[in-house]
């Protein structure tokens, strides 16, 4: 089998893609059997998944220089066989604190999603990366809404280590796509990694960078203050079932992908900015009628959840331009510019989701929620506003 000498196709992109997302919740519907095999408490268990998210957000941070640095490629294949043998090691872990141990190894997956982002960088203009972002955003939806159905149905008819199973049979794939079909795509690689770690600083000293990557981050923090909200507006206020709860927090993602999509067909026609200013509008439009009507005393679950399609759709037409947008700031540390603002987009998703969680009360929750998602929506679009502003004023750098 020979290794990949061409670019990458759109296809393996979205695939390492949607691996690095199956691998955060595919066995969600697992952590009580997981907590008794072990005999370990819940809120041990869900170590598994919070630290993962700390262990994910450190690594993205490092992944990023070391794929500007040493190649795409070789950071894919290296984190693509420890992702395989932590995998293996959750199936044969015989203690919680063995198959924690090897969890937060499985947090090398988080490559193919900082690394498919740098990779679509390099090799189109900015437009045209955000066309192609669109699509692999697609992946980032869908895969949250199959992954824990396909975990539950295993674990029903296999038991919980079924998922883990699964995870190295999806990493050996990926191991093999890449090795097959991920030519590498960083042409502008520093001589040593002395050399790339100082141009690091660059990315904080542009201001440019910072209005995307915080118009990125406040995006996705509305929609944690959603999902995180949404549990207690259901019970709270509009007695819901678990199944129609979970149709409605479908929505947002549903929303989501429709303006992926859009973004896929039109960005490569349309500047990035015009497109972020346009998906924040729609998000901020959305929650801001919702608050209003609750507080005219008209509030329904159609109206609540209507104003969350308007969130999913203007992160929509937003994050994939504004990925585009910060990694074009400095071409050549596209990878540092993708790990850094996935490392900021988890922090502060984490922040806005232990924020709701303290605010929300049974009395306040739609008012809470949607507030909550009116504030991030206007952040991440005051954000977008100080990017056109600083586009005003500056120069643009040469960015194809």
């Not at 590498?184 to 770690?197: D, I, L, S, V």
């Not at 509009?238 to 149709?247: I, K």
Request: net charge positive; hydrophobic share 55%.
């Amino acid at each position: 089998m020979r290794p990949a000498r061409t670019p990458p196709h759109i296809a393996t992109l979205i695939l390492a893609t949607a691996l690095s997302v199956l691998s955060l919740n595919m066995f969600l519907p697992s952590l009580h059997h997981i907590s008794e095999d072990f005999a370990a408490d819940y809120a041990l268990v869900n170590l598994s998944i919070a630290g993962y998210l700390i262990i994910t957000g450190v690594l993205q941070v490092v992944m990023g220089p070391l794929s500007d640095r040493y190649g795409r490629r070789p950071v894919m294949l290296v984190c693509g066989a420890i992702f395989v043998v932590a995998s293996i090691g959750c199936v044969m872990a015989d203690t919680i604190w063995s198959f924690l141990g090897f969890r937060l190894l499985q947090g090398a997956g988080i490559a193919g999603q900082v690394v498919a982002r740098a990779a679509v960088r390099d090799m189109h203009p900015p437009n045209e990366a955000a066309s192609k972002l669109g699509y692999i955003s697609m992946a980032m939806a869908l895969a949250p809404m199959l992954g824990p159905m396909l975990g539950g149905t295993l674990d029903m008819a296999f038991g919980w280590r079924a998922s883990f199973v699964l995870y190295t049979g999806f990493g050996l794939a990926m191991l093999v796509l890449v090795w097959t079909d991920f030519g590498e795509t960083n042409q502008t690689r520093a001589a040593t990694f002395g050399k790339q770690m100082r141009e690091y600083p660059q990315l904080f000293t542009s201001r440019r960078f910072w209005g995307y990557a915080l118009c990125v981050a406040f995006s996705v923090g509305g929609f944690f203050s959603f999902i995180t909200g949404a549990p207690l507006v259901a019970a709270a206020w509009f007695d819901l079932s678990p199944a129609m709860l979970g149709l409605g927090i479908g929505i947002i993602t549903g929303g989501f992908m429709v303006g992926s999509f859009i973004t896929g067909r039109i960005a490569g026609r349309i500047g990035l900015i015009p497109m972020i200013i346009a998906g924040r509008s729609v998000a901020v439009a959305g929650p801001l009628a919702g608050l209003a009507l609750f507080l005219a005393g008209m509030g329904h679950e159609l109206i609540f959840f209507g104003a969350a399609i308007c969130v999913g759709f203007g992160n929509g037409l937003t994050i994939a331009n504004a990925n585009a947008g910060l990694m074009s700031v400095r071409p050549h540390l596209a990878g540092s510019a993708s790990g850094l603002s996935g490392a900021l987009t988890a922090a502060l998703g984490a922040a806005l989701t232990s924020g709701t969680g303290w605010l929300v009360t049974p009395a306040n929750a739609p008012f809470a929620v949607l507030s909550m998602i009116l504030a991030a929506s206007l952040l991440a679009l005051a954000s977008a506003l100080y990017v056109r502003w600083v586009d005003l004023r500056e120069p643009l750098p040469d960015m194809s």
